[in-house]
């Protein structure tokens, strides 16, 4: 393969770049960053890094809070040919350790109040550099960015060279490090900037977090390829969002987004009459939020399908049809299937496995080739796990999950990771984690658990030991104990039934 600058992912969002005056990010305080700005400071962080001693795909591993300096520290790592690791900032130091232990990241930039167990992970790994960075933007990242004379250029990269990891637990309770290559992440954004019809004039309300793919490499790369303004958000604040509704033009968001909104008064079609486009993700919407929000403000939400390993997979159309219930249409470019577990194709209207293949689907999982072979058939088709339906016109519908993953308000929570901490713990002979229905954030977790005999332990005996081992967003919700768990006749633990028992736990 080539190596040529145009393949890197930097190259291609660079081009979409506003005029040097032109409005990039626009803060609460209304501070303004300008697209010359910003390609500065991106320049600076390029500079930083290679100074760094980094080169083409070594990786650089951030655990910090959203801010204009995390976005233009990755936008800099991607300049500099570098692959981008990012984590969710509620991931423990326990947790750090694994992710830091199988990227082997040349640079590792945390939060400053994480410095110390940082550093102390990092020793034991042998990374080289450990640099902080807070959420005003301010610490030894920042620093070293101030200190580099600003560069221009872009690394020479193969379009197949990692661009970035972002780890997605498996029912192993081990995290995979999805590989998403330069060619990966720019053809889902250029197909997505096409797709949803951005055009100038268009302002992206951003609320997301950048740990992600959706806030990350769908909304952030959309914004730049169109040369748009964004009103860049620490988190979802209604007050804030309600604020910025009027001068906006496009928001995506999780549906818990849409259901707060939905619950203001202040929501109204007055408030959106400049939006053109509401598009949610990462977790399924639910159809009564789908109408209910067209009724309220005349839009009609724009739902879609990703996932880590791919990106943007499906979409309701822009023009057309957007049907409640469903994640719409292969995108361009992408081809969909529906399949038994054996690979059979099945006919529309039958459910089974989704499989895709196309340029946005990942080179693979890091340091598992066994594993990356087991989710691709023969053909090149990714197994997705997901188990839909398609409709005669090619219409996707997502009716579960053949992997027990709960999303609780668009954040991939995966049971057999919790259940095995649950295990270990003295008090408990077996357990079984499970997501059942919540209002405000789609699914919460739950679990169930066989106290051992002798014991008698309370709520409190299974939820205090995990905090500090596994990210808030993971533990129990709450904890029910039973004397055994509901099996079928082939032993295999029914949580479908766990599932329907606790399905109203949290809708009073």
């Not at 016109?393 to 057999?416: A, C, F, H, Q, T």
């Amino acid at each position: 393969m080539t190596l040529s600058p145009e393949n890197n992912l930097y190259s291609h969002l660079r081009r979409g770049f506003g005029l040097d005056d032109a409005p990039c990010l626009i803060l609460p305080d209304n501070a303004v960053i300008t697209y010359g700005q910003a390609r500065k400071r991106i320049g600076q962080y390029a500079a930083a890094l290679k100074k760094l001693g980094l080169k083409r795909e070594d990786r650089v591993t951030v655990q910090a809070e959203k801010s204009i300096e995390s976005l233009f520290l990755y936008l800099g790592v991607i300049q500099a040919g570098g692959t981008y690791n990012p984590l969710n900032t509620a991931y423990t130091q326990s947790e750090l350790e694994y992710f830091i232990s199988d990227a082997q990241p040349h640079v590792v930039v945390c939060d400053p109040k994480n410095e110390a167990g940082t550093n102390e992970i990092t020793a034991r790994h042998n990374v080289k550099h450990v640099l902080c960075l807070d959420s005003e933007g301010a610490g030894s990242a920042c620093d070293l960015a101030d200190e580099a004379e600003t560069s221009d250029e872009i690394i020479a990269v193969n379009e197949d060279d990692v661009a970035a990891i972002i780890y997605t637990s498996g029912t192993t309770g081990r995290s995979k490090g999805a590989m998403l290559t330069h060619r990966n992440l720019t053809s889902n954004a250029q197909v997505l900037h096409e797709y949803w019809q951005f055009v100038p004039g268009d302002v992206l309300l951003h609320a997301l977090p950048i740990y992600h793919v959706h806030g990350l490499f769908v909304a952030c790369h959309c914004a730049l390829l169109n040369g748009s303004p964004m009103y860049f958000m620490a988190r979802f604040d209604i007050d804030k969002v309600l604020e910025r509704l009027p001068t906006s033009t496009v928001m995506m968001g999780v549906p818990t987004f849409y259901t707060r909104l939905l619950s203001d008064d202040r929501f109204t079609s007055e408030l959106c009459a400049n939006m053109r486009l509401f598009i949610s993700g990462s977790a399924p919407l639910l159809a009564e939020t789908h109408i209910e929000c067209e009724q309220r403000t005349g839009h009609r939400i724009l739902e879609r399908y990703g996932m880590t390993e791919a990106g943007m997979v499906t979409s309701n159309p822009y023009d057309g049809e957007r049907k409640a219930g469903t994640v719409g249409f292969a995108l361009p470019g992408t081809k969909a299937r529906i399949a038994d577990e054996n690979g059979k194709i099945l006919k529309a209207g039958d459910i089974g496995v989704l499989e895709i293949k196309g340029p946005n689907v990942f080179k693979g999982y890091r340091n598992m080739p066994e594993k990356t072979a087991e989710e691709f058939r023969a053909d090149g088709y990714f197994i997705t796990g997901d188990m839909a339906t398609m409709d005669e016109e090619g219409r996707v519908s997502i009716v579960g999950r053949n992997k027990d993953m709960i999303i609780s308000g668009g954040l991939n929570i995966y049971p057999k990771e919790i259940e095995a901490e649950i295990d270990e713990l003295n008090c408990v002979t077996e357990s079984a984690v499970i997501g059942v229905p919540h209002p405000d954030f789609g699914e919460s977790v739950v679990a169930v658990v066989v106290a051992k005999p002798g014991t008698d332990p309370a709520q409190s005996d299974i939820i205090d030991p995990l905090d500090g081992r596994l990210a808030r967003f993971k533990l129990p919700k709450r904890v029910f104990f039973v004397d055994e768990l509901p099996r079928n006749t082939m032993g295999k633990v029914q949580k479908n039934v766990l599932r329907a028992q606790h399905k109203d736990l949290f809708s009073t």
